[in-house]
């Protein structure tokens, strides 16, 4: 039974508050989605798994690709676009590069919700017609043009669609790219999907609550579903807050992003603090004096000045904006790279900019996030074999890590958990090293394995409720033995060391 209610007001318009006292972990509410399939931009996938294809093997009846006769099979391809396809004799057209954009599958997921209405009209009426698609404003923009010719056009003309209005076509396309979720298929591609109780909740850049997507293989409509819980003890009538963004950026690419992509500005106690709720995730230094840092002088106006804290030193929004975006590309090159080199080039990226950006700033924080997950796994960095030095880096980023994830990821979030179980290995070791040096002392040894342990026990409680098939449900259950291992044997591990 769902653990909340709408409500609406003239100035944000619905909006959910949980139906009674929850703590950190509770479910509030699960559902199936309305429609899902391929993003927008994505490249040739199977229509039935989602998984990579060089678009040799299509599908026996409406030759669009799939990767076996089994995913030509699956509901979610078979009753809805694979039957408009053969009807209307709409092929697919070959491409020289499976691997790039293919505009072909612009329509697939649009067409999905336009057949999902049919089927569901009830559905449709109460929960998906009442979403925001902001179709005035896009009307604006290069992408109504786009989904014109290449979705709108598509599927009245070659699909032979006409029976649905060029409107209603813009306004899935809206609703679609204003509220659609991602979700990992077992493939690793990601899709999206549409889950309208989920889109009712209201935007907030620190998120009372954590959604996992869950696939079960099938390929029916109900194939992806969604489990919401708090991420936070939230009191009876306390509005339910996800965030439609990434955590780590800064205030500025954040609020740019909710701009150019949901049509609003934010406003959240996090935007509206130039020190972020104390975290500087958007802080520079100073390098014209020595103890300086560089903050905006209002959060809210994205052309504002910068100021020092310390000096005279100025600058602009639009200029601190150009070193984010800077800084951005280099991180998305070296994204890709794991093992040794991927540990080397990002450490000479944390080492480039640490005199630009204030310690915790969103981009070392980005950065860490890779580096505490890398050391320990990365070729050459095997936990065993990291130095005492090493180590303790390793302890460092995470420590540092969880002081900005307490404040803007607080509570049962995913990475908040992943990050307790990178740190409780380098502990444990640690404490094992110091003790066998005599370093510290038997009872001292007990105490730094308790905390070890500890800190394993807040991971498991994070991770317990995500799916089992996901990575997160699979490191919660690794989390789940060795924390129970680690319990069992503590006098044994003490006497032994």
């Not at 039935?48 to 060089?54: A, E, F, M």
């Not at 999905?112 to 009209?121: F, S, Y």
């Not at 500890?454 to 089992?468: R, Y």
């Not at 989390?479 to 003490?494: G, P, R, T």
């Amino acid at each position: 039974m769902d653990k909340f209610v709408v409500r609406k007001n003239d100035d944000v318009g619905r909006y959910a508050v949980v139906s009674e006292d929850l703590k950190a972990g509770d479910l509030i509410f699960s559902e199936v989605p309305f429609a899902y399939g391929p993003k927008s931009d994505s490249p040739p996938l199977c229509l039935g798994c989602y998984s990579p294809v060089d678009c040799t093997v299509l599908c026996s009846k409406c030759g669009w690709p799939v990767c076996s006769q089994e995913c030509e099979n699956l509901s979610c391809h078979k009753d809805a676009e694979c039957q408009i396809f053969t009807d209307g004799r709409v092929k697919f057209q070959p491409m020289e590069d499976c691997s790039q954009i293919c505009l072909q599958y612009e329509c697939i997921t649009p067409l999905r919700v336009l057949l999902a209405k049919e089927k569901n009209p009830q559905r449709w009426n109460d929960e998906v017609a009442p979403m925001q698609s902001h179709i005035d404003k896009r009307k604006e923009k290069p992408i109504w043009n786009f989904n014109q010719i290449n979705i709108v056009e598509y599927i009245r003309g070659p699909c032979k669609l006409d029976k649905f209005p060029e409107g209603l076509i813009h306004t899935v396309c809206g609703i679609l790219d204003v509220n659609a979720f991602e979700a990992r298929a077992p493939s690793g591609y990601l899709i999206r999907c549409l889950f309208p109780k989920l889109a009712i909740l209201s935007h907030n850049c620190v998120s009372n609550i954590v959604h996992s997507i869950e696939c079960h293989g099938t390929g029916n409509h109900d194939d992806y579903s969604v489990h919401v819980r708090a991420a936070i003890d939230i009191a009876k009538d306390g509005e339910i807050f996800s965030s439609y963004t990434y955590s780590l950026w800064p205030t500025l690419v954040r609020r740019e992003f909710l701009r150019e992509s949901k049509y609003f500005d934010c406003t959240c106690s996090r935007c509206s603090d130039k020190t972020e709720l104390g975290t500087h995730l958007s802080t520079l230094k100073c390098n014209k004096c020595d103890n300086g840092v560089i903050m905006s002088t209002n959060a809210l106006d994205d052309k504002c000045e910068w100021k020092c804290t310390h000096c005279e030193f100025s600058t602009n929004a639009v200029s601190v904006r150009k070193v984010f975006a800077t800084i951005q590309a280099e991180l998305d090159a070296v994204e890709m790279i794991s093992d040794a080199e991927g540990i080397e080039v990002r450490e000479t990226i944390f080492r480039k900019y640490r005199s630009v950006l204030h310690p915790k700033n969103a981009y070392m924080t980005i950065l860490r996030v890779a580096l505490s997950q890398l050391y320990g796994k990365a070729d050459g960095y095997a936990m065993e074999d990291l130095p005492d030095l090493i180590l303790e880096r390793k302890v460092e980023l995470c420590y540092q890590l969880l002081d900005v994830l307490n404040v803007i990821e607080p509570g049962h979030s995913r990475i908040r958990g992943i990050t307790f179980y990178e740190l409780h290995s380098p502990l444990l070791i640690l404490a094992r090293n110091q003790y066998s040096s005599d370093v510290i002392n038997k009872e001292e040894f007990r105490k730094k394995l308790e905390e070890a342990i500890s800190i394993l026990g807040k991971c498991v409680d994070i991770l317990k409720n995500e799916p089992s098939a996901t990575l997160e449900g699979q490191l919660g259950a690794v989390a789940q033995q060795a924390y129970q291992q680690l319990q069992l044997n503590i006098d044994v591990l003490v006497e032994t060391a």
